[in-house]
């Protein structure tokens, strides 16, 4: 996005409905806050019994990166929100556009392996030797995202204020290699959400042959297999919504400044719950399985 063509008139605070969108991020950032800290507690407190399995080592890896997109919101974009600026410093805009991206990425990678890994789990025939080694997976995984992040940091990307949308908007300068770069990125983002996708419908159906006709009594929601359904469709319907607003914010640079802040307040909206619904989706998940 190019700066200089945003000026500071007619800023979107002036919108009637301002308030309004500012104390519902609040309380959804209030309510992450709160999941994600119970998951992490929970983590810590059966660390024992649930480490033996390293589906646990890579759920934990997915909340250490939902848990910072969480304290993202809350330090950067909630203050943001209130005080109607943001960050005026260089230092400032880069460090937030590091941590972000890390976020971002690292749930992305995690959510990933946790789909595979859980396959490879349900799968009786076979089992990935590679999941059985929790140091490796946590040193590639966390390695390869600290690698896309300081590229992306190395080339020059930052964060950038525009004051129209009061919201701050991923830039990077305008050269061959860094579109190039920036078009892997998205290929990649869009490749691990397919990958990712196919893992959670090969788990589905594995789940549902190996079980067989369900009992009578039982009923479907308890059954393993729909709570994989109802996680699959919750998480892929915001990613596809998280796409869909990535892919038209570039469209709208000469709009008007409501329209900004709407698309860009829907897309943080948005990458909010996906950091909400991981751990969500897991402690619910795993109090249906109890039933």
Not at 234 to 256: Q, R, T
Request: charged share 15%; net charge positive; proline share 3%.
């Amino acid at each position: 996005y190019p700066g200089d063509s945003y000026e500071d008139a007619g800023m979107v605070q002036k919108c009637a409905s301002y308030t309004f969108f500012v104390i519902v991020h609040i309380i959804l950032v209030v309510l992450s806050l709160v999941i994600n800290g119970t998951m992490q507690a929970v983590l810590i407190a059966m660390r024992k019994k649930l480490f033996e399995s390293t589906f646990y080592i890579v759920v934990a890896g997915l909340m250490f990166f939902t848990t910072l997109k969480t304290i993202i919101q809350a330090v950067f974009i909630v203050p943001q929100y209130i005080k109607e600026t943001g960050y005026h410093t260089y230092i400032s805009h880069k460090r937030f556009f590091i941590i972000d991206t890390l976020a971002d990425y690292g749930i992305l990678i995690f959510s990933t392996v946790m789909a595979a890994n859980r396959c490879s789990m349900f799968c009786l025939s076979t089992h990935c030797p590679f999941f059985s080694r929790v140091k490796l997976i946590l040193f590639v995984h966390f390695s390869f995202v600290i690698i896309i992040v300081a590229i992306l940091a190395g080339i020059g990307c930052t964060k950038e204020f525009l004051p129209l949308a009061n919201a701050h908007v991923d830039v990077c300068p305008d050269t061959a290699a860094t579109i190039t770069f920036q078009q892997l990125l998205v290929s990649v983002y869009y490749i691990a959400c397919a990958v990712s996708c196919g893992f959670y419908i090969a788990t589905y159906w594995m789940i549902r042959y190996q079980r067989g006709v369900l009992m009578k009594k039982e009923r479907n929601r308890r059954g393993p297999e729909t709570v994989i359904l109802k996680q699959a469709i919750i998480i892929f319907g915001l990613y596809l919504i998280y796409i869909a607003l990535s892919k038209g914010l570039p469209n709208l640079v000469n709009d008007s400044g409501e329209i900004q802040f709407l698309l860009n307040y829907a897309l943080n909206f948005v990458a909010l719950l996906i950091s909400t619904a991981f751990p969500g989706l897991l402690l619910i998940s795993s109090m249906e399985m109890r039933r």
